[in-house]
């Protein structure tokens, strides 16, 4: 049998970790997190974090030898060249990643948490895309308020993905997460049962 392999994306802050949390709670699935694996790639002694630390130097560190995010958060999501050079080291151990759990996974049904679906170019990993749409005024109150961030920084993250509308023309599924989180896990549960 086919696996059917679901690739939840959306924008930042739109509620895909919320659809990830209820697919897991609620129906057992599995759940493969590209952020996950983006850490793993970035995590103390791997060669991804010594050639960041070789481009940008060691204030890119922490004191413990670890990544520091919000420093090449500062760097990337102001700078479109240098956001591609760091994803352009990540997005193919992601990929690899992707394909071992894949491969080795029993379920009939797996979910693939993945922010940058389309730009990362990993849609072929997918059998059905759900994106988790909200307007980018929502995506910017929950985003500050969620990441503590200024109008500036929060709309600077945004727009370094995709638009969410262009995310959503893209979509077999879109989950509207505009109203309430009932609304929301509804429409969850809908397509859960409609097996493509």
Excluded at 5 to 32: D, E, R, S
Excluded at 64 to 93: A, D, S
Excluded at 119 to 146: F, G, K, N, P
Aim: with cysteine.
């Amino acid at each position: 049998m086919t696996k059917r392999i679901i690739g939840l994306t959306g924008g930042i802050a739109t509620g895909k970790t919320t659809v990830a949390n209820y697919l897991a709670n609620a129906y057992h699935l599995p759940i493969l997190d590209a952020d996950i694996y983006a850490r793993e790639a970035v995590c103390i002694g791997s060669p991804i974090l010594d050639a960041i630390a070789s481009r940008y130097g060691e204030q890119i560190l922490r004191a413990n030898g670890e990544l520091n995010r919000q420093k090449l958060g500062e760097i990337i999501f102001n700078n479109p060249e240098q956001r591609l050079w760091v994803e352009n080291l990540i997005h193919p151990y992601v990929r690899a990643r992707f394909l071992e759990e894949i491969s080795a996974s029993t379920a009939n049904t797996l979910v693939l948490v993945v922010p940058l679906l389309f730009e990362a170019e990993m849609t072929d990993l997918v059998t059905e895309i759900w994106v988790v749409y909200c307007s980018e005024q929502q995506q910017l109150e929950r985003l500050m308020q969620r990441n503590n961030l200024t109008l500036e920084q929060a709309q600077a993250r945004i727009h370094s993905q995709m638009s969410i509308t262009e995310k959503a023309a893209h979509a077999d599924v879109v989950l509207d997460n505009s109203s309430s989180l009932e609304v929301l896990l509804k429409q969850v549960d809908r397509e859960i049962m409609n097996c493509k």
